[in-house]
């Protein structure tokens, strides 16, 4: 007769065959509500509590064809940016396959259902919010992550139709960037499995239109390969001294190609190919990828819910979009921090204007620029319409100060023409004590890249900005006149408007193509490393399970099911 462990043996052999089309013993159909998967819930997070309440308590995960489509699901995440790695779809195959046995317990059964659920509880969590959070990365961060409320309704609906991308896309932002980046994402990746580009060869000469070199080849299957305005690497017809002459000659149609590129990182679009052209063209599409990818999980950070109403303040593209309420969209450019006093992130409300502003010159400004040119010619207090003041608020002779230790002072500077703030100011409350303000060094705005502040925001045009935030506000007042007046004035908006300052190094231009940005505040690493690093153990298939060694015995006790986030 065959013993009762060599027979529990050849039972386990048998189901184990069936592999993950075998489903589990006593399985609960979808249907039906379970008790003890009330029971745990009651010590569970919230999130997993209001999933299994939009299912009327309802299990999701006991048959092989929903966990498979579900763990084939998690490998498109990758599309966003993400690591699919952390949701571990190979270790979620493998427990079910544990599971189909005669072996396998209730309690077994109820925390692989818990486990999964929470798998993909953070996969939406992350999709809807970002895996990362900002303020662990970014001391200066100050943007809450307003992320909409998880749709648990849609979300079971879907996942019983085993329409698991149809439940991502209930989680991740549905904005125009956002799927722009993450169409350039699968484009470059695509280009990665081509086996990415070739480096050009560092040259200490310029190429310039109408040169014949021999990198021109090169240069021209390099433009192909991200659209260089359909350029070709077709043999062209005729002599092979002619062929030779074209290939090498940088023509026309490569050169409007190369101020294509410039535009799309930010470079002077003068169709040259210097050392930062040949820089930008060398960047890895490894290294572009992971830059898509930061940025995809930064727009995981904002782009939700914002008002039909707002000012984006993109930092590292050096724009500035006003989102109005009738729809249409005021663009100009902007001056922003160098990156020794960077311009921060953050999110307020703009809540009036000055006029003809004065500008008391920032504790740091003093001691760095100022106290040093004033050492070397107290003329430049003049020339710059500055009164000392003492801490009181009083006026001081400068003459009677001794400027190697002033002791307790402020600069301030008169309104006029040479006023650092210009003639406008849009203020809105924040800890950096920045603001939008009016130039006088307009000449700035003509470059390309524009990285020259000492943290506030130039903005190109700023009078017709004020005006229209007046018109859509209902603050009856005219920027103009009040300027011509001389006079300094705050001018309160009826109502106010949100403002958002974000720093982005990839992101969707006007016409639709990536712009690559260069890393100003050299934040793209910490996000790419926050990003790659693997997800603490959630604990998520850390229990026992009765083997047929154990019979005898009996199964273990159970053991507390695993909370997510621990």
Not at 268 to 273: K, L, P, T
Request: glycine share 6%; with cysteine; charged share 20%.
């Amino acid at each position: 007769m065959i013993g009762r462990h060599a027979l529990s043996r050849v039972l386990l052999m048998l189901v184990l065959s069936l592999g993950v089309a075998c489903h589990s013993v006593a399985v609960q159909e979808n249907s039906e509500p379970d008790q003890d998967l009330a029971a745990y819930l009651t010590v569970e997070t919230e999130d997993l509590r209001a999933f299994y309440a939009a299912r009327d308590g309802r299990f999701v995960w006991q048959h092989s064809e929903s966990v498979a489509a579900f763990a084939a699901a998690l490998n498109t995440l990758q599309s966003d940016g993400l690591n699919v790695a952390d949701y571990q779809p190979g270790a979620i195959m493998a427990r079910y396959r544990q599971l189909q046995t005669p072996y396998t317990t209730a309690s077994d059964r109820l925390r692989f259902e818990l486990s999964v659920s929470r798998i993909l509880l953070t996969a939406l969590t992350h999709l809807q919010r970002g895996k990362v959070d900002p303020y662990q990365i970014d001391s200066e961060w100050e943007i809450p992550v307003m992320a909409r409320a998880l749709d648990y309704q849609g979300i079971s609906d879907a996942v019983d139709a085993q329409r698991f991308e149809q439940a991502f896309s209930l989680a991740r932002p549905y904005v125009a960037p956002y799927q722009r980046l993450r169409a350039g994402l699968a484009y470059y990746r695509n280009i990665q499995m081509e086996g990415g580009w070739l480096q050009l060869p560092q040259r200490s000469q310029l190429l310039r239109p109408g040169d014949v070199d021999a990198d021109v080849p090169l240069l021209r299957q390099r433009l192909a390969m991200t659209g260089g305005l359909g350029l070709q690497n077709a043999q062209p017809a005729g002599q092979l001294e002619e062929q030779t002459a074209i290939l090498l000659e940088y023509d026309e149609a490569m050169v409007e190609a190369v101020r294509l590129f410039q535009r799309h990182h930010l470079l002077e679009a003068d169709g040259i190919v210097g050392q930062q052209t040949r820089n930008a063209f060398n960047v890895s599409v490894d290294e572009r990828i992971d830059q898509i990818r930061a940025n995809l999980e930064r727009a995981r950070w904002l782009l939700h819910g914002e008002a039909s109403a707002f000012i984006l303040v993109d930092i590292a593209g050096y724009r500035i979009s006003y989102f109005r309420p009738n729809g249409e969209i005021w663009r100009s450019r902007i001056v922003v921090g160098q990156p020794y006093r960077s311009t921060p992130s953050l999110r307020s409300e703009i809540t009036h204007l000055t006029v003809n502003p004065t500008w008391t010159v920032p504790p740091t400004i003093y001691r760095e620029d100022s106290l040093p040119k004033i050492r070397d010619d107290i003329g430049y207090l003049y020339r710059q319409n500055m009164s000392v003041l003492n801490l009181r608020g009083q006026r001081l002779d400068p003459q009677q100060i001794d400027w190697r230790n002033p002791g307790g002072i402020m600069l301030r500077q008169g309104p006029g023409p040479m006023n650092a703030l210009g003639n406008l100011v849009l203020r809105f409350p924040n800890n950096h004590l920045v603001y939008l303000h009016d130039t006088p060094a307009q000449a700035l705005f003509g470059r390309q890249q524009r990285a020259f502040s000492s943290g506030c925001i130039r903005v190109q045009g700023i009078t017709e900005l004020a005006q229209l935030l007046f018109d859509d506000t209902d603050t009856a007042a005219d920027v103009n006149a009040l300027i011509a007046t001389g006079d300094t004035r705050n001018i309160n908006l009826r109502r106010t408007m949100p403002v958002i300052l974000h720093y982005w190094t990839v992101h969707p231009g006007e016409d639709g193509e990536l712009v690559f940005r260069p890393d100003i505040y050299q934040k793209d690493a910490r996000l790419q490393k926050a990003l790659d690093q693997p997800l603490e153990s959630q604990g998520w298939f850390e229990f026992n399970h009765w083997t047929p060694d154990e019979s005898e015995s009996g199964p273990p006790a159970d053991l507390p099911v695993p909370m997510a986030g621990q």
